[in-house]
């Protein structure tokens, strides 16, 4: 007797299996098995997997940029300038991705303050000359306009002054001091006496000229005794003459006397006790050499003064 045909039997298909791709066309497959197998020429077991794709959808892409490029040049030397960098994208991003970062960025440099250089106002006009004649001075001034800092070009001076020359100041006459007063005309009885003084420069330029050369005064104005005996006036002789008062060029030169008896009673009056005269008129020459600088005094000659 022939036995009837056993036909292939498979189990349901398993869970759907996980995508071998999160994206881009992955595949994923579901199994069966067989719980009967064919016999007898029964119709044969199908296929027991089955595969499919999915996830199909195309991955996101990450933008992607290069290194920073080199810092430009700062865009002030001093007072606070900017520089930049910059960097490309070597990857654009798509479907999803991440997106680009910044490409360009912004620095602060060259902060320190800048030089200030010193300015100044414009001078001032020239004072008048500090004097009326000679040689005097006259200055001017500027002030200062913007100070130097932060290491900019210092202030020049803020003065200067120059020479100004005007005509020469007026020379008054030049007088030596009084002499002592001569003896007295008269002993009693009301007489006078004398003094006098010399030229000893000449003015200029408009000076004043000299004053009096001889001043005059009473004395002995008291009375004279009744029945007294003149008394002349005696002296001693003259002393040696005294030096030169110049080396060379025309000096002068003194030689005194003493009273050794004085005049009483209206008795003849003593002479001058002092007598002057000139010397080195003639026994130098004009050109020679003053010593120290001395006005008058030149270097003398081998001739001996008398």
């Known amino acids: 007797m022939n036995k009837c045909p056993v036909n292939c ?62 810092w430009s040049d700062c865009s002030s030397e001093c007072g606070g300038g900017s520089k930049t960098r910059v960097r490309r994208t070597v990857q654009s991003q798509s479907y999803g991705g991440a997106h680009c970062p910044i490409l360009v960025q912004t620095s602060s440099c060259n902060t320190a303050p800048c030089p200030i250089d010193c300015k100044m106002n414009a001078w001032t006009a020239w004072t008048s000359c500090s004097v009326s004649c000679g040689q005097g001075s006259q200055s001017r001034t500027r002030t200062v306009s913007v100070a130097a800092a932060h290491g900019g070009e210092a202030c020049k001076p803020t003065s200067e002054s120059i020479v100004c020359q005007l005509q020469p100041c007026p020379i008054d006459s030049q007088l030596s001091a009084w002499s002592t007063y001569t003896m007295c005309t008269k002993a009693c009885g009301g007489g006078s006496k004398t003094r006098t003084r010399s030229v000893t420069g000449s003015m200029s330029h408009g000076g004043i000229s000299c004053g009096t050369l001889t001043g005059t005064a009473s004395c002995n104005n008291h009375a004279c005794p009744v029945d007294c005996t003149p008394v002349d006036c005696v002296t001693s002789s003259w002393n040696q003459w005294g030096l030169c008062t110049k080396a060379c060029a025309t000096g002068s030169r003194a030689r005194d006397r003493v009273v050794t008896k004085s005049s009483a009673c209206n008795g003849q009056l003593c002479p001058s006790l002092r007598e002057t005269q000139t010397c080195n008129t003639e026994l130098f020459s004009i050109n020679c050499e003053c010593p120290c600088g001395l006005p008058g005094h030149r270097a003398p000659s081998p001739v001996a003064l008398e």
Do not use: H, I, M
């Not at 016999?39 to 027991?48: I, N, Q, R, T, W």
């Open 9 to 70: 039997v498979v189990s349901s298909w398993s869970a759907n299996a996980t995508c071998s791709k999160s994206c881009g066309a992955g595949v994923q497959t579901t199994f069966r098995t067989v719980t009967v197998q064919p016999a007898f020429g029964g119709a044969v077991c199908p296929s027991l997997q089955y595969s499919s794709e999915c996830n199909t959808q195309r991955c996101p892409t990450d933008c992607v940029v290069s290194a920073w490029a080199a």
